[in-house]
């Protein structure tokens, strides 16, 4: 399972933008199973947040959650109830965590997510880019997770999120286009369905390590434009 990070008070921080994170406690990495907790997951928000905040989903009057995530919890705190959603973006706009957040969300659209998911899987392993594939809850959508060792710009990871939808017609590129509020759910958070994001593939020190730099991104745009060059031959 995930590593616990140190507490806030005397730990060693990792600077990101204007703020911190958590670093983890070892560099070891741990595979994962499909069962990650809820608990488990908080902690490794902790660890990966570009931010102090997460957004948290809003809850109904009946207290079903809803696809809102309008609230806000700090991660120095007790993990929240309700599903929480990590920002991909550090307060200075600049991306830290790169989600490609591939819908499931109508008839059929699960086998287009898991081959999307497959797809890039297969693609960024070629490239050599470390990433970890999670599906997102009951409606069976996928989450591929890259974290970055650099801060990589707003621009960059847009033109990167328009390039993929030509390719992966799954994607849903509002979390990589909006620095401000795109975020995704963290790789055990729950979903509001019941369940949460369980890992299907790659291990914690992809998140918690991060390898992936910004020339290494800009590889991936170079990749996906050829093919869809290829395509329209």
């Not at 983890?24 to 902790?46: F, H, I, K, M, Y």
């Not at 030509?166 to 990589?176: A, K």
């Not at 019941?194 to 914690?204: E, I, Q």
Request: with cysteine; glycine share 10%; hydrophobic share 40%.
């Amino acid at each position: 399972g995930f590593k616990k990070p140190e507490e806030p008070e005397g730990s060693p921080l990792a600077s990101v933008g204007s703020e911190t994170r958590i670093a983890p406690s070892s560099s070891q990495c741990t595979p994962l199973g499909v069962g990650v907790s809820a608990d488990a997951s908080w902690e490794l928000t902790r660890s990966i947040s570009p931010r102090k905040t997460v957004r948290v989903a809003a809850v109904d009057a009946y207290g079903t959650p809803q696809n809102l995530y309008t609230g806000w919890r700090s991660i120095a705190h007790s993990r929240p109830a309700a599903p929480w959603a990590v920002n991909l973006a550090d307060p200075d706009g600049n991306y830290r965590l790169i989600g490609f957040d591939l819908d499931a969300k109508t008839a059929g659209a699960a086998e287009v997510a898991a081959d999307d998911a497959s797809r890039l899987g297969a693609i960024l392993s070629e490239l050599g880019i470390e990433h970890m594939v999670c599906q997102s809850g009951p409606t069976d959508g996928r989450h591929v997770w890259i974290a970055l060792s650099e801060a990589v710009s707003a621009t960059t990871v847009k033109e990167l999120a328009h390039i993929a939808l030509h390719t992966f017609r799954s994607l849903d590129i509002s979390p990589l286009t909006n620095p401000s509020t795109g975020c995704l759910r963290p790789p055990g958070a729950p979903h509001r369905f019941g369940g949460g994001s369980a890992v299907l593939s790659g291990s914690d020190s992809v998140l918690l390590a991060p390898t992936t730099t910004a020339k290494a991104i800009d590889t991936l745009i170079g990749k996906l434009s050829a093919l869809l060059g290829t395509a329209h031959d």
